[in-house]
């Protein structure tokens, strides 16, 4: 007797075996996919959009890369969801975590060939991970309390995230930008209130952090271009017709003088508005909505500079930078909160036209403006700089240190190695297979920038045999550098989030024995 | 065939459109029906156990999930079969009643089909089999009261507990940090349990989950979490000793229901009309100040304007909270229980009918009805209340809370708001974190079981033990009535005791052990010490005695388990004719 199909139609099953080597050769395709981008030497990848226009980015970053992939393999996904999470929590590391899982199910795969159990590697792997992070914790350095070290070392943690970025060439400039703009947001993660402002023209050596705050907008005709000591309301209003926002009001009238008198009324109304709003004392307004040629006339009349449409995170970080508050009725003038800053003036970058305040209170929001020579390298400039902004800004919170280079990995690698040989039964197999992956990272870093990697990671373990060794792989001068000199450091943070979610990622599909894929939904034709 | 004919030899239909129809009879039907069956139990089997596999489901749109749930692997598997469907159905039953062994109670029933079909082949007929299993099921269910433990713990005392609820995690991907999580979720359940009458309302603990940081970092949190923040970014993240007007009315201009039309046809009409909507706000807001609020929390959006005089007059506010959230919030900021006797309440509600549809309509506030049989109580849980209108705001009707919070995580602009130190601290939410959103998603699911089982142990605090050791002792007390019983049944008695065995095999082959040598070297153990806490030692730690390993289940969920499968599968050995469409 046939065995009914237990599934719809279109719905596959894959069980076993080939379930098992479906994911692994997903995972590891993926893997292989943004391995070549890890390292300073990394190259990047072009993405043509499939959509209209066919819009191309050109990156680095594993993040971007993979969200832009369409991929059918549920295992893949495991691995594009990791790098997803890991651009969110710590936003660098993105490639690092998916090479690593991939690597970790390359030596599974190897493992479940020679007929090990995979709950088997898995708990080898998980002493493994454990191991690891003590490993880690041991040689991790904290330079909280000395306030200039710290600063060095979150310069050498900016420097190392971007030296594998298209910045790497100015590196020493743009890690200065990102470490000023996060100390200034004083142990806040919230990136919102970093403004970076894309100018292209100009080389990327211009681009620069400003003291104050830059919104891109224009100056209202008519009114003052450049004010000294100004008063800041900063408001989120209608500044149009105001409408009488009680539902279902409508106006009917019966003869065409009523109809000019209600209009009478209406620009009376408005008229009142702005002269309450005037009536705070400003001489500088700034509106989240549109402003009519009416009231900005009106203010031009008072000699206030009057913004219209600045967006909500512009609002926002106005309002943060220059300590008002953000106002929608008029009424109290004498209790809401001003902003003010020294001097508002245009200013041009490039052809266009920018509002720049400066001198400003609080100053705990800033602005970076990004010049480069196409749309395409200040994209990517932007994703380099948000990467090296957010580690920094995690850095600040957690300010354990470690050195780069493929450091870290082989300081796990070294302990993680030497609980093999204490472990016995078939796990320490898996444990053994852990530190070779861990081992993979500096390979790849060598073999990305064209050097003798076997040579090179069998010298690096060799020098990680001596106590208190601090040496890397220093991939300019293609040789074992020490890491501590040439200034390499990690974020403690990033490291550590690479390794629990890779081997929580790669624990995660090894358990799968079984894969069922569901029909897929049928698209409704709308033509 | 299903054509009949009549007194005078004309044939004539009885299925419409017989030919287009296929259709299965007799044992044919039957063994159909038990291989598709079978078919859908070989799939959970290698999910048992703590050595058990997970299942990699891919939804129609595309959205990956990874589990070893039985109840969430058959939901997800979109089966097409009717069969397989019954399975399904019956694996989401033992999930509502119980919320445990749901990959259990299909490998059983797998089982009990296996063995039925044996002695189909041999002519039994399927209702006597069917019969014999029924009488073989109460005797397991019978053994398993026997060999039950009674449990001691209480509010000091939660090891017992946490024990049971790590046998039910040591199956699952978070097995790393079971310890922690069974903590938590004891915890929860204890915090919301109410201990007199042995009952607890799960609906009182949220679990909450968001991707970032690692598994270690699931924390239990005495209030509420909601995913919202503060609607005016300059409000005070912070709020100690907040008073939490709850409302449901929108912060905006009025929307009368029935149609009308304000027309406007007078320049004074046009001014008064302004003034008016301008004091209507003012006194919005000036509403929720005077009755002492110093929290708003609204289901609805709020007016610009609106939004800015909340924040001038200090007064912080969170909107669009969602309906679920708000009736959490308003149980955990303000609750008075109130108990009738169900008798009493329905003579109650006769009485009061009107009234009762007046305090529905007139102030909505949250009810929760708990029928407990046993007890045969109702139960009204009355919340902090939800307001409707401003006009009804009161200083009573203010929910209290120690503590708000916002915190943020990560890079990117997430925000949660932290509810804590409520008036009534009897809802809980338990906080997960996970390195990817299947990560998440599992253990969520996971916590979910485990409160579950914490959860039945205050119901019945019995407890029988793991590792396969309560099947087998019940396949040995199967076995030996076995022989009581005349008839045919006997065949069928015994093979449900074959049926029992089952499930240690499965665990046995799962933990890479040979199934029938361990098995028997078990069952032999238990027989020959008169032992019940043999089981198989899955976990390779050197000892079988379950007792030792501390691998306990509660004795609900399996009795369950037992009356489950039997009746499911008694169901499908009653089918014998099978007719569906066929395909277009």
């Known amino acids: 007797m046939a065995i009914d199909r237990i599934f719809k139609d279109e719905a596959s099953e894959e069980k076993g075996e080939r379930a098992r080597m479906a994911s692994f050769i997903g995972a590891m395709a993926i893997a292989d996919l943004v391995k070549t981008t890890l390292g300073p030497k990394g190259m990047d990848k072009i993405l043509q959009s499939t959509g ?72 080898g792997y998980r002493m493994a991970v454990e191991c690891a992070r003590n490993a880690l914790l041991q040689k991790v350095m904290d330079n909280k309390e000395d306030e200039e070290k710290f600063k060095s070392d979150l310069m050498k943690i900016a420097k190392t995230t971007l030296s594998s970025k298209i910045l790497s060439q100015d590196k020493e400039h743009f890690a200065k930008l990102a470490v000023d703009a996060v100390l200034r947001l004083k142990g806040s993660t919230n990136l919102e209130s970093i403004q970076i402002i894309k100018k292209p023209g100009g080389s990327l050596k211009d681009s620069f952090l400003d003291e104050g705050f830059i919104l891109d907008k224009k100056i209202g005709i008519g009114q003052p271009k450049r004010i000294e000591n100004a008063k800041i309301l900063v408001a989120n209003t209608a500044m149009d017709t105001d409408k009488v926002k009680i539902y279902g009001a409508r106006v009917r009238v019966d003869s065409m003088s009523r109809v000019a008198d209600i209009e009478a009324a209406e620009k009376e109304k408005m008229r009142e508005k702005v002269q309450k709003i005037i009536a705070h004392g400003i001489n500088c307004f700034v509106n989240r909505q549109l402003i009519y040629n009416f009231p900005e006339e009106l203010f031009a009349d008072a000699g206030i500079l009057a913004i219209e449409h600045a967006d909500f995170d512009g609002i926002e970080r106005l309002a943060l930078v220059t300590g008002g508050e953000i106002a929608s009725t008029f009424d109290n003038p004498e209790s809401v909160k001003l902003g003010h800053c020294k001097l508002i003036e245009e200013i041009m970058i490039g052809e266009d036209k920018l509002i720049h305040f400066s001198g400003v209170e609080l100053g705990q929001a800033c602005t970076i403006v990004l010049r480069g020579a196409s749309h395409h390298v200040l994209d990517e400039a932007e994703r380099s700089l948000h990467d090296a902004l957010c580690v920094l800004s995690q850095t600040v919170n957690d300010s354990r240190v470690l050195l780069g280079g493929g450091w870290p990995e082989m300081v796990m690698a070294k302990d993680v190695d030497e609980l093999a040989r204490k472990t016995p039964g078939k796990k320490s197999h898996a444990i053994e297979a852990f530190s070779r992956a861990l081992v993979a990272i500096p390979t790849i870093i060598a073999d990305n920038a064209g050097l003798d990697s076997a040579e090179l990671v069998a010298q690096l373990r060799a020098e990680h045999q001596k106590e208190g060794c601090t040496a890397g792989i220093d991939v300019i001068s293609g040789s074992v550098g020490d890491m501590a000199q040439l200034g390499i450091s990690e974020a403690f943070k990033v490291k550590h989030a690479v390794l629990l979610s890779a081997t929580e990622a790669a624990e995660m599909i090894l358990r799968v024995d079984e894969i069922i894929t569901c029909a897929p939904r049928k698209r409704e034709n709308r033509m | 065939m299903a054509l009949a004919f009549d007194e005078f030899g004309r044939p004539f239909i009885i299925i419409k459109e017989q030919e287009q129809k296929t259709r299965l009879r007799g044992l044919d039907a039957q063994k159909a029906n038990i291989s598709s069956g079978k078919a859908v139990a070989r799939i959970l089997r290698t999910s048992l156990g703590p050595k058990g596999m997970d299942k990699m489901l891919q939804s129609p749109d595309g959205d990956v ?8 692997i058959l939901e997800q598997m979109d089966v097409d079969n009717q069969i397989a469907k019954l399975m399904v159905e019956l694996s989401r039953s033992q999930d509502y009643e119980i919320g445990d062994g749901t990959t259990g109670v299909v490998v059983l029933a797998g089982g009990l089909l296996e063995q039925a079909e044996r002695l189909l082949e041999r002519g039994i007929h399927p209702i006597r089999v069917a019969e014999g299993y029924e009488m073989a099921s109460r005797i397991a269910v019978e053994n398993l009261e026997r060999i039950s433990e009674k449990f001691d713990f209480g509010l000091s005392n939660i090891e017992p507990l946490v024990q049971t609820c790590m046998t039910t995690l040591s199956s699952k991907i978070v097995n790393r940090c079971k310890r922690s999580l069974a903590e938590i979720a004891v915890k929860a ?22 991707v970032g940081g690692k598994l270690e970092d699931a924390e239990l949190i005495y209030g509420i979490v909601v995913d919202k923040d503060m609607s005016h970014p300059q409000m005070p993240k912070k709020i100690e000793d907040a008073k939490i007007a709850i409302l449901t009315c929108p912060f905006e201009p009025p929307k009368p229901k029935t149609k009308h039309k304000v027309d406007i046809d007078t320049v004074e009409k046009f001014q008064t009309l302004r003034v008016q909507e301008q004091k209507y706000f003012d006194d919005m807001v000036q509403k929720c100040k005077d009755v002492g609020a110093t929290l708003v929390i609204c289901q609805w959006g709020f007016d610009d304007e609106a939004n800015h005089l909340l924040m001038h007059r200090n007064l912080p506010a969170v909107r669009w909270v969602g309906g679920v959230e708000l009736e959490l919030i308003a149980i955990a900021t303000g609750l008075s229980c109130l108990s009738f006797s169900a008798l009493y309440f329905i003579c109650l509600l006769f009485i009061w009918i009107d009234s009762i549809k007046k305090f529905f309509y007139g102030s909505s506030t949250v009810f929760f009805f708990l029928y407990l049989p046993e007890s045969n109580v109702i139960n009204v849980f009355e919340g902090g209340r939800i307001v409707p209108r401003f006009q009804e705001l009161t200083p009573e009707k203010l929910g209290k809370a120690g503590l708000v919070r916002e915190k943020s995580f990560g890079t990117t602009k997430d925000r949660m708001l932290y509810i804590e130190h409520c ?21 969520k699911r996971s916590v979910h079981d485990a409160l579950c089982v914490a959860r039945n142990i205050i119901r019945n605090n019995s407890i029988v033990y793991g590792g396969g050791s309560a099947e087998i002792s019940c396949s040995i007390a199967v076995e030996a009535a076995a022989d009581r019983y005349p008839g045919v049944e006997q065949y069928a008695i015994r093979a449900f005791a074959d049926a029992l065995d089952s499930i240690p095999m499965a665990l046995a082959e799962n933990s890479g052990l040979q199934p029938i040598e361990t098995l028997s070297a078990v069952k032999s153990q238990q027989i020959k010490e008169n032992n019940f806490y043999y089981g198989i030692d899955c976990n390779d730690v050197g000892t079988n005695d379950m007792r030792e390993q501390n691998v306990f289940e509660t004795l609900i969920g399996k009795q369950q388990q037992i009356l489950l499968a039997t009746q499911v599968v008694k169901m499908i050995l009653k089918i014998d004719d099978v007719i569906s469409p066929t395909d277009y």
């Open chain 2, 189 to 210: 359940v204890l915090a919301v349990a109410d201990l007199e009458r042995k009952d607890v309302n799960l609906e009182l603990i949220k679990v909450e989950g968001k």
């Open chain 2, 423 to 443: 008036a009534n601290s009897r809802a809980v939410t338990i906080f997960v974190r996970g390195g990817n959103k299947m990560i998440v998603e599992e253990t």
């Open chain 2, 65 to 72: 999930t990874i589990t070893n749930d039985g109840a969430t």
């Open chain 1, 52 to 123: 209209r226009g066919r819009s191309v980015t050109v990156t680095n970053d594993g993040a971007t890369i993979l969200k832009s992939l369409h991929i059918d393999n549920p295992a893949a996904k495991v691995l594009v969801d990791i790098s997803k999470v890991q651009d969110d929590e710590v936003g660098d590391g993105t490639t690092s975590v998916v090479v690593l899982a991939g690597e970790l199910l390359r030596e599974a795969e190897k493992l479940v060939a020679a007929k090990i159990h995979p709950m088997t590697i898995i708990s």
